[in-house]
């Protein structure tokens, strides 16, 4: 957790600090002996005499308070110093409820231990911005667990559904679900608010299962409602998180979403992000394998922005690269974005995958990406997400 402990020698009989002084660090004690005392009515009182492996100073590791006590080296003492910003700096990446308990405790023994060494005031200190920050994260946090387990049995979300368009004749070739949370009191939640978090807590298997039902349900509908067109039927793409694929039976889970909806799995794509790729490339590939004897088809989002490097891609079984929005944002104004969506579009064209460029808003990068040979295209310039209705309305214009 704290990664450099910094060593400190401290020769005998000599201070390694003194009550009332200001302190930000903790020791920890790798030889020798350090005597813990306080002075009181001028007589110095000893309250703890330490050895190896003891830790004292804590406090000053969650109170901004002066020294309670005095430490003074008994002999040769070799102590291990840990500074307030490393353990803040450990604590920002702990989970809000487990720092929660963490500043409480500490506050409940520092009132403790002040009572016991009868100084100070024994009345609750009022609490600091840091754990009043920590109590309103760690209650949201609390809050939103239970409601997304709410929300998932009370049907609060809701698939939203955005076009991908062939760039040269402005045909739907498809549509991407996207979630969004139809919260009683917040309205429409977009998924930055929660779907990281539902990474975090366990929680995206269900949330995913769910995905999958609606979406493939959906997409049957799609084609229903399109009678004897359906073989022409615009596919439906769904998010699909990484953890997803980890969780036990998720194939099954799948193949029963496209069995129960009686749609053609040809028409479901499934998009995952290259983090998938990152850990354990092998077992990614198995998986992917996997996941394509369902029958679907495969697209890797948000391409460009993670680390995967493109040699590597014909390992695996995707069949459509989708160029993050980073590029296509900044490719009119930056030769560094072009270059790298050339780049992307050359080697799609090699490894016979297609090509979707995300987030288009304006005539002119429709134009370039079409010039360049990109296939499919998404984004504001053709439609938000929109309501199953209004998306699949789209198609009759
Ligand atoms: P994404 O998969 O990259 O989805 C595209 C995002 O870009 C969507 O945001 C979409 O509304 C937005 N977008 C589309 N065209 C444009 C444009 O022209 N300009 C701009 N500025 N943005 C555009 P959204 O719906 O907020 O979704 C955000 C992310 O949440 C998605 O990014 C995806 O990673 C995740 N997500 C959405 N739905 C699901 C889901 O069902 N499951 C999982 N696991 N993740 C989901
Ligand atoms: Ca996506
Ligand atoms: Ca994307």
Request: aromatic letters at 8%; glycine letters at 8%.
């Amino acid at each position: 957790m704290v990664d450099k402990l910094i060593a400190q020698h401290i020769t005998a009989h000599a201070e390694l600090f003194r009550e009332g002084e200001a302190g930000d660090s903790a020791y920890i004690i790798e030889s020798g002996r350090v005597e813990i005392s306080l002075l009181r009515d001028g007589h110095k009182v000893v309250i703890a005499e330490l050895g190896p492996g003891d830790l004292f100073g804590e406090m000053a590791l969650v109170s901004d308070g002066t020294r309670s006590a005095t430490a003074t080296a008994l002999e040769e003492t070799r102590v291990a110093a840990i500074h307030r910003s490393q353990l803040d700096a450990a604590m920002d990446d702990a989970d809000p409820v487990l720092k929660l308990f963490m500043r409480v405790l500490l506050e409940r023994f520092h009132e403790a231990s002040e009572k016991l060494h009868g100084h100070g005031s024994t009345a609750r200190h009022p609490a600091s911005e840091a754990y009043r920050e920590d109590l309103d994260r760690a209650v949201e946090n609390l809050h939103l667990r239970d409601e997304l387990q709410r929300a998932l049995q009370q049907r609060e979300f809701v698939l939203y559904y955005q076009p991908i368009v062939e760039l040269i004749s402005g045909r739907i070739a498809g549509f991407e679900a996207l979630i969004r949370w139809q919260h009683p009191e917040r309205g429409l939640v977009g998924p930055f608010e929660f779907i990281g978090f539902a990474e975090k807590h366990g929680l995206i298997g269900g949330i995913g299962n769910w995905v999958m039902d609606e979406a493939c349900a959906a997409a049957q509908r799609l084609a229903i409602s399109l009678g004897d067109n359906s073989d022409s039927a615009p596919f439906i793409t769904l998010n699909v998180s990484a953890l997803q694929l980890d969780e036990e039976g998720f194939i099954d889970r799948a193949g029963r979403s496209l069995d129960q909806a009686g749609v053609d799995p040809q028409r479901i794509k499934f998009e995952m992000t290259e983090s998938l790729l990152l850990d354990d490339p092998e077992r990614a590939a198995a998986q992917l394998a996997e996941v394509k004897m369902l029958g679907v088809r495969l697209a890797l989002d948000d391409f460009g922005t993670g680390y995967s490097s493109l040699s590597y891609l014909h390992r695996y079984p995707f069949d459509t690269l989708k160029i993050d929005r980073s590029f296509v944002m900044t490719m009119l104004h930056s030769s560094d974005s072009m270059e790298i969506v050339r780049c992307i579009l050359g080697m799609a064209q090699g490894l016979m995958l297609d090509v979707v460029a995300e987030g288009i808003e304006n005539e002119d990068e429709l134009s370039l990406l079409a010039n360049l040979d990109c296939t499919y295209g998404q984004g504001y310039h053709f439609a938000r997400p929109l309501p199953e209705a209004e998306a699949f309305a789209l198609l009759r214009r």
